[in-house]
């Protein structure tokens, strides 16, 4: 049953930098299934951007572990999908190459930075993604655009042929319009595979179980403050009732680590890129740096005119808060935040099976409304703290604010995917029903 | 505080590039994300090895890799088989 998938969609969104017009695809659980490939994970053959100019024209002459087991899934590779340039954003706006728009409202973001994907599947283009997740790049823009997305636990997914941004705290996922198409996505993707040395081998071989009878779900406080639109927060507590209704418990957990979650992330995820984004000087990939001039000129000229704003301010960030005289006070301090945000999960995972609250705090941004960088950062504070603990977390769409999806986010504790994947289902079934 | 030397200097370590017209954006912006990060004096607790984490080692076996030809596919500038890059000296 292998062969071929014409694949030409309507991209009136913008979810594509590349399409495959021709999909290949073998014979597995998966044959013939369109999937879509976030721009920051290597194809061999297909070009590969991470939404940047310097990376433009770029072809990977390997595939990324997760492409491979795709592909000897079953899986046709229909194309690449836009992103924030490198990740670094949370509407897919500073992509080079051109924002996506969300299908649900156009005027609107599909959030970021997997919104490529996200459209792509909201759009109808394709039933499943690859999106990933640095702090909150899957769950953003699936609670934005009303479908469903897991960040895997951290080491439970090769990040081999991913084009590294924070390695600490990103990995590859999936998102589709169901739980269940979530999970059938996570059980290709989670093999291990010794070249990511940060992988443990603990594959992912679930069926989704909408029995949730006695499960504690823990309701932090500290997801529900200033900041939350109350709507979005009301309609979450909705989604926590029909889960009591299905026979789980709910208890009340703190994190108070959460103050210095978001300070800690940013300085954490810009100090890995200024390190990771070193290699993009048009040596070895990317437009060609002109060796005719010296050294820091030939490299300042071109990453000035290839990388956008917010790369550059990133990875100046990331310089700063390494620099000597400031790493003590930055970089050292964020690490031991990351710890005590860690062991706030592990306390409250004790009481509690899972935690629930809003994926996001708002509804979707307007097109061009973030446009000062801390106001942007800021969004993210409902999803960093699972890629700080390491744990899985995934977005479940759970009603509307003015007409705009909400996500239902349930956290879980390391290497128990299966029960957050679980818990999502059960709601998801139950409002569906 | 940050001034706007400063920001040319970081600019400068980082090999980023930046331009005159830049310089102040950048400057106002940085302030407000560092002022955002002083919440981070307050984190308590000290550095401290991460007890029970041990190494996951491998032994150190020759595997395949990518050919010269598609090592040097991507470069934009190559010589004799090697990558060219820009001057040193």
Redesign the interface.
């Known amino acids: 049953m292998a062969g071929t998938l014409e694949f030409s969609p309507d991209d009136r969104y913008n979810a594509f930098i590349t399409t495959c017009r021709q999909a290949p695809f073998a014979d597995g659980p998966l044959a013939g299934t369109a999937v879509a490939v976030k721009d920051n994970i290597s194809t061999a053959g297909i070009q590969t951007t991470c939404g940047s100019r310097i990376l433009e024209g770029?072809?990977p002459?390997?595939d990324a572990y997760v492409v491979e087991l795709l592909r000897s899934s079953g899986a046709a590779i229909v194309g690449k999908t836009n992103m924030d340039e490198f990740g670094m954003g949370s509407t897919t706006e500073t992509s080079a190459f051109g924002p996506t728009r969300n299908p649900v409202d156009p005027g609107r973001v599909p959030g970021g930075s997997s919104g490529g994907s996200a459209a792509a599947v909201a759009a109808g283009l394709v039933p499943m993604a690859l999106g990933t997740d640095t702090g909150g790049s899957i769950r953003c823009p699936a609670a934005f655009c009303g479908i469903a997305g897991l960040k895997p636990t951290y080491g439970r997914v090769s990040r081999y042929g991913l084009i590294a941004y924070a390695n600490s705290l990103e990995q590859i996922g999936p998102m589709a319009r169901t739980v269940e198409d979530v999970s059938r996505l996570m059980s290709v993707i989670a093999r291990y595979d010794?070249r990511d040395?940060t992988m443990l081998d603990r594959p992912y071989d679930h069926r989704p179980s909408a029995e949730i009878k006695g499960l504690r779900v823990g309701i932090p406080e500290e997801y529900f403050g200033e900041g939350v639109d109350p709507r979005v927060g009301e309609s979450v507590r909705d989604a926590i009732g029909v889960l009591e209704g299905l026979g789980a418990k709910t208890v009340p957990v703190s994190i108070p680590g959460m103050?210095?979650a978001?300070?800690?992330y940013?300085?954490i995820c810009t100090s890995e890129a200024?390190s990771n984004l070193?290699r993009f000087?048009?040596?070895?990939?990317?437009?060609?740096?002109?060796?005719?001039?010296?050294?820091?000129?030939?490299?300042?000229?071109?990453?000035?005119?290839k990388?956008g704003?917010e790369v550059?301010?990133r990875?100046?960030?990331g310089?700063?808060a390494l620099?000597a005289g400031y790493a003590g006070?930055?970089y050292?301090?964020?690490?031991?935040?990351r710890?005590?945000i860690r062991e706030d999960f592990e306390r409250a995972f004790r009481e509690v099976d899972v935690i629930a609250g809003p994926t996001m705090p708002t509804v979707a941004f307007r097109l061009g409304e973030k446009s000062?960088?801390?106001s942007m950062?800021l969004s993210d504070i409902l999803t960093v703290p699972a890629n700080l603990a390491g744990i899985p977390a995934i977005s479940v769409p759970c009603g509307k604010v003015d007409g705009l999806p909400v996500g239902l986010q349930i956290m879980g504790r390391q290497f128990e995917d299966e029960r957050v994947v679980d818990a999502a289902y059960a709601y998801e079934q139950e409002v569906r029903a | 505080m940050?001034t706007e030397s400063d920001?040319e200097h970081?600019?400068?370590?980082?090999?980023?590039?930046?331009?005159k017209d830049?310089v102040p954006a950048?400057t106002t912006?940085?302030n407000?994300?560092l002022d955002?990060?002083e919440?981070?004096?307050?984190?308590?607790?000290?550095?401290a090895p991460?007890a029970g984490i041990v190494n996951?080692f491998?032994d150190d076996e020759i595997q395949p890799g990518?050919s010269q030809e598609?090592?040097l596919?991507?470069?934009?500038?190559t010589e004799d088989g090697f990558?060219?890059?820009?001057?040193?000296m």
């Open positions: 770029y072809i002459p390997y010794p040395s103050r210095h978001l300070a800690a940013y300085v200024s070193a000087d048009g040596v070895r990939y990317g437009p060609a740096v002109d060796t005719r001039k010296s050294w820091h000129e030939a490299y300042q000229d071109l990453r000035l005119e990388f704003t550059r301010r990875i100046m960030l310089t700063f620099s006070r930055y050292a301090k964020a690490q031991i935040a710890r005590n000062d960088p801390l950062y | 940050i920001i970081i600019a400068e370590l980082a090999d980023i590039g930046i331009s830049e950048f912006q940085f407000a994300i955002y990060f919440v981070l004096d307050t984190v308590e607790g000290k550095s991460d996951v491998r990518l598609e090592a596919a991507n470069a934009g500038s990558i060219k890059a820009p001057r040193v």
